[in-house]
T-cell receptor, first 115, second 113 residues
């Protein structure tokens, strides 16, 4: 079974530029999550999708971050414009559904450096 | 809101020695509890989880954890550490009814040969 795929693996941009990350979840997984992991910290949830609908985006900085999951499969996370403090690893995860007991499977992450 | 404390930033053990990583949580009821491992450049992998029932949970790679309600703890243990266990370990707590895990800051495990 293929795991969660993410691209690119690494990205370096200058502040005020825009950047987009892509995630392909495990086939059949209805729930998709985006996390931000700043160096030295645990992952923090940014947004959660159930199929193509948003379940929770309370911690997403909506003035600069946006995410979509068209057709309930792949997802993209965008930052526009980027700030220095956005330097982090962006992790995508998926699970079969959100019941409270589903295991989340994580992708390898995209490491973003904002200069 | 729930929270997790991992008091040790780094732990160093010798290969073959036993291991215990500490995790304390704050939550008003019985939470969901998890341990994840993250190897360099990799995503997180679930080691084990506790939802209910037996408080001693067995996981993958020879790890186990024990839920102690009286101490609000969920410590991770392994009887004999291998060099390949060197990684970052994250404890996480999830509130019942709203599955959004809150992660601790992680404990970095260093294994000496």
């Amino acid at each position: 079974e293929a795991g969660v795929a993410q691209s690119p693996r690494y990205k370096i941009i200058e502040k005020r530029q825009s950047v987009a990350f892509w995630c392909n979840p495990i086939s059949g997984h209805a729930t998709l999550y985006w996390y931000q992991q700043i160096l030295g910290q645990g992952p923090k949830l940014l947004i959660q999708f159930q199929n193509n609908g948003v379940v929770d985006d309370s911690q997403l900085p909506k003035d600069r971050f946006s995410a979509e999951r068209l057709k309930g499969v792949d997802s993209t996370l965008k930052i526009q414009p980027a700030k220095l403090e956005d330097s982090a690893v962006y992790l995508c995860a998926s699970s079969l559904q959100v019941t409270g007991q589903e295991t989340q499977y994580f992708g390898p992450g995209t490491r973003l450096l904002v200069l | 809101a729930q929270s997790v404390t991992q008091p040790d930033i780094h732990i160093t053990v010798s290969e073959g020695a036993s291991l215990e990583l500490r995790c304390n949580y704050s939550y008003g009821a019985t939470p969901y509890l998890f341990w994840y491992v993250q190897s360099p450049g990799q995503g997180l992998q679930l080691l084990l989880k506790y939802f209910s029932g037996d408080t001693l949970v067995q996981g993958i790679k020879g790890f186990e954890a024990e839920f102690k309600r009286s101490q609000s703890s969920f410590n991770l243990r392994k009887p004999s550490v291998h060099w390949s266990d060197a990684a970052e370990y994250f404890c996480a707590v999830g509130a019942r009814g709203s599955y959004i895990p809150t992660f601790g800051r992680g404990t970095s495990l260093i294994v000496h040969p």
